[in-house]
């Protein structure tokens, strides 16, 4: 069963939200997938993790409290927001790897315009090199894989990813932005929420909270790393490549 693509263009937040409950508490084993894809006016979104602090000055844009993992986060004009609403089960994959495949298919899209995505290890998302947006030279601060030491994992660790190495720090983001924020909630093995990627946007909202939680963390969108592309060029791209990535195990 082929994932279809709706657009949906410029839609309020607090209805589309109610609109995925509602999908997803109703699906059925025929139901089809779908991706929604938007754009939203201005708003910050809470995750269940949120915590009131890292709304700095939200002054008049409202807050909505979501069900998403994570902690604060952005929308507004300028931004594609895509919401897989995908049964895992039938796709046969599990939640870690579907959150590599959604930032999969961000690294792609980007990549159609000579911007080299990056995954900072214990922070999901893609960044960017500020300095150098289309460097291929690995970071240091990446997800590395490690070789678990017993074969039987422990309780809340999956068996898949290996052991966390000892005394490891908080992710380092010296030199990147974020161009692209995640958040995901998963009910009966269906997801909804999703991933928002930054094209032409008023960045200064951003400076009002810590993104995602983090004291100081940079914000980008392509527009401002130079690449001058509509919001209707990355959201068809970005809406293949999720289609793509997103696909059943065969």
């Known amino acids: 069963m082929r994932i279809e693509i709706e657009q949906l263009g410029q839609v309020a937040y607090t209805p589309t939200y109610a609109a995925m409950q509602a999908y997803t508490a109703a699906r059925s084993e025929t139901t089809p997938d779908v991706i929604w894809i938007c754009e939203h006016a201005a708003v910050y ?56 495949r959604i930032e999969e298919a961000v690294i792609r899209t980007l990549a159609h315009f000579g911007v080299t995505g990056h995954r900072v290890d214990g922070a999901p998302g893609i960044y960017v090199r500020l300095d150098d947006p289309g460097s ?14 017993v074969k039987t994992p422990t309780p809340g660790q999956d068996k898949h990813q290996g052991e966390v190495a000892p005394g490891k720090s908080a992710p380092s983001f010296l030199g990147l932005g974020k161009i692209a924020a995640l958040g995901i909630k998963v009910s009966r093995n269906c997801t909804y929420h999703g991933v928002a990627l930054n094209v032409a946007m008023d960045l200064e909202p951003y400076s009002r909270i810590n993104p995602c939680g983090y004291t100081g963390l940079q914000t980008t969108d392509l527009s401002t790393i130079g690449v001058h592309a509509s919001w ?19």
Not at 52 to 63: A, K
Not at 232 to 250: F, T
């Open 45 to 100: 979104t809470q995750g269940l993790a949120g915590k009131s602090d890292h709304l700095l000055n939200p002054c008049d844009i409202p807050v909505v409290a979501t069900n998403r993992g994570g902690q604060v986060t952005y929308h507004g004009p300028g931004q594609v927001v895509a919401y897989p609403l995908i049964d895992l089960k039938r796709a046969g994959y599990f939640i870690k790897e579907y959150v590599y």
């Open 136 to 149: 291929h030279a690995l970071l240091a601060q990446r997800p590395q894989r490690i070789i678990p030491s």
């Open 232 to 250: 209707q060029e990355v959201a068809d791209l970005l809406g293949q490549k999720l289609v793509a990535y997103l696909a059943p195990r065969s």
